[in-house]
């Protein structure tokens, strides 16, 4: 089998479609969480703590610091030795944000989940019971002698 024909059938098994769903799908899925967290759930979080929750401005000056600067762009400009917390802080409130509304969506799945598992189909009465019950109801049918 040639190396053309390998690589077809390995594309074409539903692993690799799979994967490929799956990635699309995950990608699609991380924009509605960021945006869930970006457009709704921090503008909340501002509004309940009276003031923007965007940290990425605060900074230390590390050093001296001769011009007095008070601007993160400003000491970035004049090349002082700067410890830029904000950004990381901001950075990491959003992400336990999103990993708090994933958890909320996985554990909101589950549940679903388990209720579909919980409301089992009946189960298929076996052939020699239907048999049975057929020959019963075939012989309640016949005339009494």
Known sequence: MSILKE???????GNMMDLAVGVIIGGAFGKIIDSLVKDVIMPLISWILGGEVDFTNKFLILGDNPNNVQTLAAAQEAGL???HYGNFLTIFINFLLL???????????????????????????PE????????????KKRPQA
């Open 128 to 139: 020699d019971i239907e048999l049975l019950r057929e020959i019963r109801d075939e012989l």
């Open 7 to 13: 690589f077809r059938e390995f594309a074409i098994k």
């Open 81 to 83: 030795n700067i410890f």
């Open 99 to 125: 990993a708090w509304v994933v958890f909320w969506l996985v554990k909101l799945m589950n549940k679903m989940r388990r209720k579909q598992e919980a409301e089992p189909e009946p189960a298929a009465t």
